[in-house]
Nanobody, 127 residues
Framework: QVQLVESGGGSVQAGGSLRLSCTASGPSFTRYTTMAWFRQAPGKEREFVAALFRNSGHTYYGDSVKGRFTISKDNAKNTAFLQMNGLKSQDTGVYYC???????????????????WGQGTQVTVSS
């Protein structure tokens, strides 16, 4: 089991920045657990945003956020971060943290492949 608690959402004007945090706990969580962020806008499917695969240091991003968002992790605090810069109105949505100890690389882009989810945090970007 892995429990995920997100924080850091809010409202910001276009061009602004936010940093989301996701703190993990539970017996199944280790430093090798893959951490990811997805988002969901009203009426749309959950969309891949970013992932940090196991403890490899390799990061992956959705095309719409490349160059603007950065995923990172603090192993000592069991916390993953999503630094979001240059926010646009189309970035608005509920952002979810996801984790999975055994997911394979080819599956990290699909929300349905992750076993553990946070409660979500709202991000609203006004233009």
């Amino acid at each position: 089991q892995v429990q995920l608690v997100e924080s850091g959402g809010g409202s910001v004007q276009a061009g602004g920045s936010l940093r989301l945090s996701c703190t993990a706990s539970g017996p199944s969580f280790t430093r090798y657990t893959t951490m990811a962020w997805f988002r969901q806008a009203p009426g749309k499917e959950r969309e891949f945003v970013a992932a940090l695969f196991r403890n490899s240091g390799h990061t992956y991003y959705g095309d719409s956020v490349k160059g603007r968002f950065t995923i990172s992790k603090d192993n000592a605090k069991n916390t993953a971060f999503l630094q979001m810069n240059g926010l646009k109105s189309q970035d608005t949505g509920v952002y979810y943290c996801a984790a999975d100890p055994t997911i394979i690389l080819s599956s990290i882009f699909e929300a349905r492949q992750f076993d553990y989810w946070g409660q979500g945090t709202q991000v609203t970007v006004s233009s």
